[in-house]
């Protein structure tokens, strides 16, 4: 056991302790199985299967745990957006942990700095999510791969919300082949998983400039073989914390369909996973609320990214096939 005396290495302790609990589960053999699919529908090119494989374990195996250059990045890839960040958010610590939660929290540590935890699913997640979603939306792009049908991608956005909801689900009917937008992809992948990422640090960076990591309740979060008191925090903190990072990507693109692009993308993906999982979340308020908000506060109702993204995720929802059904 590790002497832990100040919150860096209480972070790594909590690496340490995911590496105990885990070392023994890595499942390759699902994750060839789940890497298979994805070259199956085209996700991801053939030659890139054994990366995606790899990169699937990663999220088991705290072995290969993710972390130092990765994290940095992604602070100050939130950071950019803030302008001159706030000192207690530059105070910081991000961490992306590797286990196979799909979430991510803030939270303070023992030592009083601030704590941003990642999961490493939701970074493998989404970016296949962007890759199918965009291929989906623009099928003669080259984000698409041509053998497969904007059907193929739209059952792919089920898959990995199926994924991320850890249900059965695998399929969904009535699938059908409509583009959803027509012209030129305005956006990378890459940059659009990058933004997707940055909304949600900055959400959890909202929590602590707004001071709720030290007024709210407590939930213990598991990871590995060590349970984290991470904050749980009240309906109306979660929509502040979504306006400070919505506010913040607003103002530095000043461009409503970036922000619909964003927050659109990641509300409907989350909504997918509550209808996948037929719950609601007991910490977040839902996700379709959460994106009424941010709709209403930006005037974001006729904005053409947030209706498109609407119309096709309403149809998403309505294909879910459920394992019982
Ligand atoms: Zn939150």
Redesign the pocket.
């Known amino acids: 056991m590790r002497a832990i005396n100040s919150d860096d290495e209480y972070l790594l302790s909590m690496y340490d302790a995911c590496s105990a609990a885990q070392t023994t589960n890595v499942n390759w053999d699902h994750a060839r199985r789940t890497a298979d699919k994805l070259v199956e529908r085209g996700i991801i090119p053939p030659e890139l299967r054994q990366e995606a494989c790899e990169a699937l374990v990663e999220s088991d195996d705290p072995a290969r745990l993710f972390r130092g250059h990765a994290t940095q990045k992604m602070l100050h890839a939130a950071f950019d957006y803030l302008g001159t960040p706030p000192a207690e958010a530059k105070r910081t610590l991000l961490a992306i942990l590797p286990s196979t939660e799909y979430n991510a ?2 939270c303070r540590g023992p030592f009083g700095a601030p704590i941003v935890v990642y999961n490493k699913v939701l970074i493998l997640i989404q970016g296949f999510f962007i890759r199918s979603l965009l291929a989906f939306a623009y099928p003669d792009s080259d984000v698409s791969t041509k053998r497969f049908s904007s059907a193929d991608h739209a059952e792919t956005i089920l898959l990995l919300a199926a994924i991320a909801a850890g249900s059965p689900l695998v399929r969904g009917k009535d699938i059908r082949t409509t583009a959803l937008m027509s012209g030129d992809v305005p956006v990378e992948a890459a940059t659009l998983s990058q933004a997707l990422e940055s909304f949600i640090v900055l ?2 960076l ?2 602590i400039v707004k001071g709720h990591i030290d007024d709210c309740g407590f939930r213990a979060v598991t990871l590995g073989d060590t349970t984290i008191e991470a904050y749980s ?1 009240s309906r109306d ?2 929509f502040e ?1 979504d306006l400070f990072a919505a506010d913040a990507i607003f103002r530095k693109t000043t461009k409503k369909a970036s922000l619909s692009l964003t927050a659109g993308l990641l509300f409907r993906f989350f909504d997918l996973i509550e209808r996948i999982t037929r719950s609601t979340p007991t ?2 308020p839902a996700a379709l609320a959460r994106w009424e908000r941010i709709k209403s506060r930006f005037a974001l109702e006729d904005e053409e990214w947030a209706r498109a993204l609407d119309e096709s995720f309403d149809f998403f929802a309505s294909a879910i096939v459920y394992e019982d059904a």
Request: proline residues 0%; negative net charge.
């Open positions: 929290f803030a959400h959890e909202g929590h925090l903190q979660e914390a910490t977040h």
